[in-house]
């Protein structure tokens, strides 16, 4: 199996769970944040980044290797409630990946993507034993689209003026 991770290039020498709060993981639980394809990686970075002035910094595309016959949990779209993509039902996907986090059953937690719904991004638990099978299998540079860039830049210079 391939998940596909973009982190700035100075941070691509390894695999790093920080431990802050995410949409499906509470602050100090150990997870990274995956998606199943390239271009849902990119528009997962660029939601996060975009109105930064930081889509034309030097990013790298991490292509994980992970073997097929891990275990995965999945969190079905369909389990949701309708509005599950808001930042404030957080108090809804937290916990369903927290209880994950904290069973440790699986290395892999299987969600739609709030962006994508039809698609999925995966999280790693940093802290699973089987943690040690993820590999980066290569790097590969990454840049946004000029015309991304500039509504970034834009955005950014929108909101000085």
Do not use: C
């Amino acid at each position: 199996m391939e998940l596909y991770r973009i982190v700035y290039e100075k941070f691509a020498d390894r695999l790093f769970a920080p431990g802050y709060s995410g949409r499906w993981n509470e602050e100090g639980q150990f997870v990274i944040y995956t998606a199943s394809n390239r271009s849902l990686a990119s528009l997962e970075n660029m939601v996060h980044k975009m109105g930064q002035g930081i889509l034309g910094a030097s990013y790298i595309m991490m292509v994980l290797d992970l073997p097929d016959n891990l275990s995965v949990t999945t969190i079905d779209r369909r389990e949701l409630p309708e509005d599950w993509k808001l930042e404030s039902s957080y108090q809804i996907s937290q916990p369903m990946g927290s209880a994950w986090y904290e069973a440790g059953n699986s290395l892999l937690l299987r969600v739609p993507s709030a962006l994508v719904p039809e698609e999925n991004n995966f999280v790693l638990n940093a802290r699973h034993s089987d943690f040690s099978k993820v590999k980066i299998k290569k790097w590969e540079p990454f840049v946004y689209d000029h015309r991304f860039v500039k509504i970034d830049k834009e955005l950014v210079k929108g909101r000085k003026g």
